[in-house]
T-cell receptor, first 117, second 112 residues
Framework: AQSVTQLGSHVSVSEGALVLLRCNYS??????LFWYVQYPNQGLQLLLK??????LVKGINGFEAEFKKSETSFHLTKPSAHMSDAAEYFC???????????????FGKGTKLSVKP | DGGITQSPKYLFRKEGQNVTLSCEQN?????MYWYRQDPGQGLRLIYY???????QKGDIAEGYSVSREKKESFPLTVTSAQKNPTAFYLC???????????FGPGTRLTVL
């Protein structure tokens, strides 16, 4: 079974500061990992994803994440926060799509990011 | 523009009434999904469909029903058997053999 844990339901940073949102996963098979962002009362937008290959993944809006197998982590970072980054962020895990439910996404409970001026 | 549409954006219903949420996509995706989102709970899978005329229960299917008569459409009915239907409902779709999902804007259902 797969699962995702996001450490910290709320994170607050100052504008210009480093953003670090933590995600740890559990998977018995090689994972596919995703970060999505959600603005209030909107759907989810894909920020970035890891499937295979390079473990440092770059996404939209200056975000990146590093897959660390030994730590079962996929933390999301951004060097300098902007006010527009205030949103809720979801980490998700899946496995290689083999049909059935195995390709489905399992989501963490989310982390709300606040950015102070 | 290709995308996923959900309607309506806000929906109010009286307790005991069935209500159907619409989800349409023009991305030519094979698979479609329904999620329920509650504050602090993340997204929980209600139903999914990988092909027309076939669908499977997700983790919280009780009190919900779906149909998949067309590739583009995957409506969700919230029945009176759903004990706590007030929530934000998200529809998503993906290509076959892909787990990258694209999301609609959501429908906020409030049961009075």
């Amino acid at each position: 079974a797969q699962s995702v844990t996001q450490l910290g339901s709320h994170v607050s940073v100052s504008e210009g500061a480093l953003v670090l949102l933590r995600c740890n996963y559990s998977s018995s098979v090689p994972p596919y990992l995703f970060w999505y962002v959600q603005y209030p009362n909107q759907g989810l937008q894909l920020l970035l994803k890891y499937t295979t290959g390079a473990t440092l993944v770059k996404g939209i809006n200056g975000f990146e994440a590093e897959f660390k197998k030994s730590e079962t982590s996929f933390h999301l970072t951004k060097p300098s926060a902007h006010m527009s980054d205030a949103a809720e962020y979801f980490c998700a895990v899946s496995s290689d799509f083999l049909g059935g439910s195995q390709g489905n996404l399992i989501f963490g409970k989310g982390t709300k990011l606040s950015v102070k001026p | 523009d290709g995308g996923i549409t959900q309607s309506p954006k806000y929906l109010f219903r009286k307790e005991g009434q069935n209500v159907t949420l619409s989800c349409e996509q023009n991305l030519n995706h094979d698979a479609m999904y329904w999620y329920r989102q509650d504050p602090g709970q993340g997204l929980r899978l209600i139903y999914y469909s990988q092909i027309v005329n076939d669908f499977q229960k997700g983790d919280i299917a009780e009190g919900y029903s779906v149909s998949r008569e067309k590739k583009e459409s995957f409506p969700l009915t919230v029945t009176s058997a759903q004990k706590n239907p007030t929530a934000f409902y998200l529809c998503a779709s993906s290509l076959a053999a892909s787990n990258e999902q694209f999301f609609g804007p959501g429908t906020r259902l409030t049961v009075l």
